[in-house]
């Protein structure tokens, strides 16, 4: 009788998400959401509550695919793409999660939070990234572009908005395995100094540096952002890609004060970072298993703590889509190089990975989460080209 309550009770749960119709499949029994021809089937191996669905819907969801109770027939991201634009039907108990949506933002669990996700293995990522070691959204300026091509194109693209010149210097706050910045000497001799809090992407940069000849122009440091004002460094140019989502909302203002005080006056700052339409504490999932402590910033949010710092925005773009794409490509490098996965993890972690891909790409598609690059200079410059030069 428990389980007849249970399959009962979640059906009616997921029946509300019948924008796109889809099946569910129980112990032999099919079950319609939504009107028309079926666009995916979800098999559940066993029923989840309904209490935990209330929970967290995105927990519940998520922990029964990766431990096997719930197998999609299809193309995941297909099902997802359909799914999750319906994302404001969730449930989240802010109450019940608290601990878990708003953790602490002191220096040291922050550094914790970010080693969790960035240091599991640069072997990893190596098998899905692409030769650039890029982990951020790509840009596919043509339609058959590689995705090498597509993050050489993204790295250009900022490094041409930033308006280098020889000589220059030009901070990296999250600078990742170091390419954008190895670029950016290579291309334009500016003196470049990474920081990140990530052990394992310090030291792929650091050996990049060195097997590359570049000691005279690239310096990596284990640095949190806050530690910048007190370097006594200022730069010509601040550079930030994919980093500011990990500060947590209460901290939005810090990060801009902290560039404000090493970037000099006049200087210019490009700011790359997912964003949402609206403010958010972030998804309960996600949290949990991918981004400890991650929120999403508001574009809205960022423009105005730019302001208290006098920075003036030059230009604003979204490149939501070629997020959408990159994370396709990285999904299809995922599941090519999945026995090779396979080898350093367990099932359940190699089906968490698979629906973290696969879900980012279909909140990106239905604009859940966007992806900005703001522009802006601190103070006023006149001595940049009138036009979108880039």
């Known amino acids: 009788m428990l389980k007849a309550l249970e399959e009962k009770g979640m ?4 029946s509300k998400f019948d924008d796109y119709p889809f099946r569910i499949r129980f112990e032999g029994k099919e079950y319609l959401v939504g009107e028309g021809e079926p666009t995916f089937t979800v098999d559940f191996k066993k029923a989840i509550p309904v209490s935990d669905l209330l929970t967290s819907t ?16 299809g193309n995941l991201y297909n099902a997802l793409d359909h799914f999750l634009g319906q994302m404001g039907k969730f449930s989240t108990d802010s109450v019940a999660l608290k601990k878990l949506i708003h953790t602490s933002t002191s220096k040291k669990n922050q550094a914790k939070e970010v080693t969790s996700h960035y240091d599991i293995g640069n072997d990893f990522y190596k098998l899905w990234l692409d030769e650039t070691m890029s982990y951020s959204c790509a840009y596919f300026k043509n339609e058959d572009d590689t995705l090498y091509q597509a993050q050489v194109n ?4 900022i490094l041409h908005k930033l308006c280098l010149k020889e000589g220059m210097s030009l901070l990296d706050i999250g600078c990742g395995w170091g390419f954008l910045l190895i670029e950016a000497a290579k291309k ?25 000849g570049l000691e005279d122009y690239l310096t990596v440091e284990l640095r949190d952002y ?13 550079v930030s890609v994919g980093m500011v989502e990990h500060v947590g909302r209460e901290n939005y203002q810090l990060f801009m ?27 309960a999932w996600i949290k949990k298993y991918i981004f400890p402590g991650g929120v999403v910033p508001s574009l809205r949010e960022m423009i105005y703590c730019a302001a208290e710092d006098n920075f003036h925005t030059l230009d604003v773009e979204n490149l939501r889509l070629h997020y959408n794409r990159t994370l396709l490509c990285w999904e299809k490098n995922y599941k090519e190089h999945i026995e090779e996965a396979r080898k350093m993890f ?29 522009l802006m200079t601190k103070g006023i410059n006149n001595d940049l080209p009138m036009v979108r030069w880039y």
């Open 11 to 14: 059906v009616k749960f997921l």
């Open 58 to 73: 995105s927990i519940a969801l998520g922990e029964a695919y990766m431990n096997g109770d719930i197998e999609i027939e």
């Open 154 to 157: 993204k790295v250009d693209y």
């Open 188 to 212: 334009y001799k500016i003196k470049g100094t990474g920081i990140t809090l990530s052990h394992e992407q310090y030291d792929e940069f650091k050996r990049r540096i060195s097997a590359q």
């Open 226 to 238: 806050r530690d910048l004002p007190s370097s006594g460094k200022t730069f010509d140019r601040v």
């Open 257 to 283: 004060d902290s560039v404000s005080k090493v970037l000099k006056d006049g200087g210019v700052f490009l700011l790359h970072f997912i964003s949402a339409l609206k403010e958010h504490p972030g998804d």
């Open 346 to 374: 367990d099932e359940k972690f190699l089906r968490m990975w698979d629906l973290y891909l696969s879900a980012c790409a279909a909140t990106f598609h239905n604009g859940i989460i966007d992806l900005h690059q703001i």
